[in-house]
């Protein structure tokens, strides 16, 4: 099997998570049944929420379970726009251009069909955004914002954005801010509680959890409307017969995830720097699509976008990928659609350099001999990818 380095995209299901659904699975139960089947499995979804609260820092009736990273920002925006225009007309979203679809999408939606107005806040060339911007487009209209959102950390660059600065700033103004997690559980330290956040987003399956199953941390205060409707599952907000095996998935995954997290993150930081010092011997233009500091508040250890100038990144990804190494060119979501990352974009690179990048990402089963095979497959990829240059 080819060396994976995309484990950003999706990673593998934790063999003790595999173990536990396969057990799981047997059961029946729906947890809105009054009889004891469905007792036991109201007990199993319930001891799931403690132990995602536990691990991360909140109450256990602010887990909210949900199909996914996707869902989970949906309901986030759609519900917080809605809750707040119910209590006067506030139609600005404030946003990061480099946050995942996920989240763009559901702003330009309710552009479309709410009289949403999208405010899009300045980011610097790694991503972090520009705060005073934000402080005086706020302050000059705090009575009209419906909500702030900014990705926590960037699934893209790795880049970490000053999050608590966003919310101090926010809940000086009484706006809720919504984050997009879905990068940063499990691969930097995340507490609800002391974040502040209206709403945070983030899904199993980039920790080690089946795909399909996601959290919405809601903050007991928070005004949220159902974005869906046929039950009052999940304190109303999100109506549907609960997973009960993958919530219990995601529950062991994400205590595993922040358990280990020290020492994956010693692996990931030495793998990282080795991957880009070789990387610019091998392209001595390289430049980091992402903070490159050594602060490691900045940047996560797991993510690395490599731009190599001349290169097309889509030619390097399928160079790599002949050679027995699977990288991406990005989000998962856009791949195989030979555009420029929108992320970059937004960072200020230009249209050539922002379609010249490759994302590498580490998970828990990394090793350096995956990264031995990337190093020795990358010299030829890249002069051949070189040599191709672009065809558009
Ligand atoms: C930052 C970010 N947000 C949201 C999502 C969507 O999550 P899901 O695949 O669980 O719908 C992804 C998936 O790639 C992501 O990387």
């Given amino acids: 099997m080819p ?80 809750a707040r225009n119910r209590r006067g007309q506030r139609p600005l979203i404030y946003f990061l251009g480099t946050e995942h679809h996920a989240v763009l999408e559901p702003i330009e939606h309710l552009e479309k069909f709410a009289g949403a107005e999208a405010r899009e806040i300045p980011v610097d060339s790694a991503g972090h955004p520009d705060l005073d911007w934000l402080e005086a487009d706020l302050l000059a209209n705090a009575d009209s914002a419906a909500l702030v959102t900014a990705i926590y950390a960037n699934n893209e660059t790795g880049t970490i954005v000053n999050l608590p600065d966003i919310v101090a700033l926010c809940k000086r103004l009484q706006i809720p801010v919504h984050t997009d997690a879905v990068a940063a559980v499990g691969h930097i330290d995340v507490n609800f509680r002391d974040l502040g956040a209206s709403t945070l987003a983030f899904t199993g399956h980039k920790l080690g959890a089946p795909i399909g199953v996601g959290v919405l941390l809601v903050g007991r205060d928070v005004h ?91 030619s390097l990804l399928f160079l790599l990928d002949s050679a027995g190494v699977a990288i991406s060119n990005g989000s998962a979501c856009t791949a195989g659609v030979a555009t420029a990352s929108h992320v970059l974009l937004a960072q200020g690179f230009s249209q050539r350099d922002a379609g010249s990048c490759v994302r590498v990402s580490f998970g828990a089963t990394t090793t350096s001999q995956d990264l031995d095979a990337l190093l020795s497959a990358l010299p030829e990829a890249y002069s051949k990818a070189k040599a191709a240059g672009f065809t558009v």
């Fill in 3 to 82: 060396v994976y380095l995309d484990h950003a995209a999706t990673t593998w299901v934790r063999p003790e998570v595999t173990d536990l659904l396969i057990e799981q699975m047997a059961s029946a139960g729906n947890p809105s049944s009054v009889h004891a089947y469905g007792q036991a499995a109201k007990m199993r979804l319930e001891a799931a929420r403690v132990r995602i609260a536990k691990a991360l820092g909140c109450d256990h009736n602010e887990v909210v379970f949900t199909s996914g990273g996707t869902e989970s920002n949906n309901l986030a925006i759609l519900g917080l726009y809605e």
């Fill in 224 to 314: 949220l409307c159902a974005q869906q409707f046929g039950g009052t599952q999940e304190r109303a907000m999100r109506a549907g017969t609960q997973n009960v095996a993958g919530a219990e998935a995601v529950a062991l995954a994400v205590e595993l995830a922040v358990g280990e997290l020290a020492a994956h993150r010693i692996t990931w930081e030495k793998l990282r720097d080795q991957l880009i010092d070789s990387a610019k011997r091998v392209a001595p233009d390289l430049v980091i699509g992402g903070d490159s500091s050594d602060d490691s508040s900045k940047r996560l250890s797991n993510i690395v976008n490599l731009v190599f100038p001349g290169c097309a990144g889509d």
